[in-house]
C-alpha cells in the first residue's frame, strides 16, 4: 500500500539556522511527490513539486527538495529560516493510478528568535 | 492567477440544519476535490470529480452530497451532520489528471456542528 512517513511531528528551530524536514514514501514506481505549507486555519500552499527530470528542485520562499531515489525520500531544506516560515508543512505524494493523493502527517515548525 | 475561493469561510449549523459549501476555481482545471481536516491532522480526501463527475467517493457518510454543477464549480451539500463532523473544508482543483497534476487548496470553510 503506498503511504507517506514524516518522521517529526515537531521541529523547533532558531531564526537563521539551517532547516530539513524528512518524507519517506512507499510506492512501487517513481511518484509525483508535493511539498504543501499551511499557516493555522489556512489553506494548503505548494511549496514545490517533483515529476521527473532534475532530483533538486526549487521552490517559493527559498526552499529546495531532494529526491533520493535510493531512499525513497523527499526532504526540504532551507538554508535560512524567518520567523514567518512557522506552520505546519505536509508532503503528499500522488499515484496516478489510483486518482489520489496521499498525505504525511504533518511537521510543525516553531521558530525561536 | 491559481486561486481556489471557498464561501463561507465560517459555518455553524446545528444537526438538524441543511447547508452548502461552495468552491469556485477560474483556472479552467477539469478535477476538483474536497477534503476534510481535523485539527492537527493531515486533509483526508473526501470525493474527487474529473470532468464534472465523481470519481471518487470515499466512503463518505450519505449526510455529505457532493455536487458539481459546472468545470468551475463544486458543492458540498450538508444535511442532518453529526457534532463530530465539525472541521475544516477544504477544496482544490488540479488541471485534469487527480494523482498526478499539482492541487491548489482553497482557504478553506471551518464548520461548527452544534
Known amino acids: 500500500a503506498q503511504s507517506v512517513t514524516q518522521p517529526d511531528i515537531h521541529i523547533t528551530v532558531s531564526e537563521g539556522a539551517s532547516l530539513e524536514l524528512r518524507c519517506n514514501y512507499s510506492?512501487?514506481?517513481?511518484?509525483?511527490l508535493f511539498w504543501y505549507v499551511q499557516s493555522p486555519g489556512q489553506g494548503l500552499q505548494l511549496l514545490l513539486k517533483?515529476?521527473?527530470?532534475?532530483?533538486l528542485v526549487q521552490g517559493i520562499k527559498g526552499f529546495e527538495a531532494e529526491f533520493k531515489r535510493s531512499q525513497s525520500s523527499f526532504n526540504l531544506r532551507k538554508p535560512s529560516v524567518h520567523w514567518s516560515d512557522a506552520a505546519e508543512y505536509f508532503c503528499a505524494v500522488g499515484v496516478y493510478n489510483f486518482n489520489k493523493f496521499y498525505f504525511g502527517s504533518g511537521t510543525k515548525l516553531n521558530v525561536k528568535p | 492567477d491559481t486561486e481556489v475561493t471557498q464561501t463561507p469561510k465560517h459555518l455553524v449549523m446545528g444537526m438538524t440544519n441543511k447547508k452548502s459549501l461552495k468552491c469556485e476555481q477560474h483556472m479552467g482545471h477539469r478535477a476538483m476535490y474536497w477534503y476534510k481536516q481535523k485539527a492537527k491532522k493531515p486533509p483526508e480526501l473526501m470525493f474527487v470529480y474529473s470532468y464534472e463527475k465523481l470519481s471518487i467517493n470515499e466512503s463518505v457518510p450519505s449526510r455529505f452530497s457532493p455536487e458539481c454543477p459546472n468545470s468551475s464549480l463544486l458543492n458540498l451539500h450538508l444535511h442532518a451532520l453529526q457534532p463530530e463532523d465539525s472541521a475544516l473544508y477544504l477544496c482544490?482543483?488540479?488541471?485534469?489528471?487527480?494523482?498526478?497534476?499539482?492541487?491548489?487548496f482553497g482557504p478553506g470553510t471551518r464548520l461548527t456542528v452544534l
Open positions: 517533483y515529476f521527473s527530470g532534475d532530483t
Open positions: 510506492y512501487g514506481a517513481t511518484p509525483y
Open positions: 482544490a482543483s488540479s488541471q485534469d489528471r487527480p494523482g498526478a497534476d499539482t492541487q491548489y
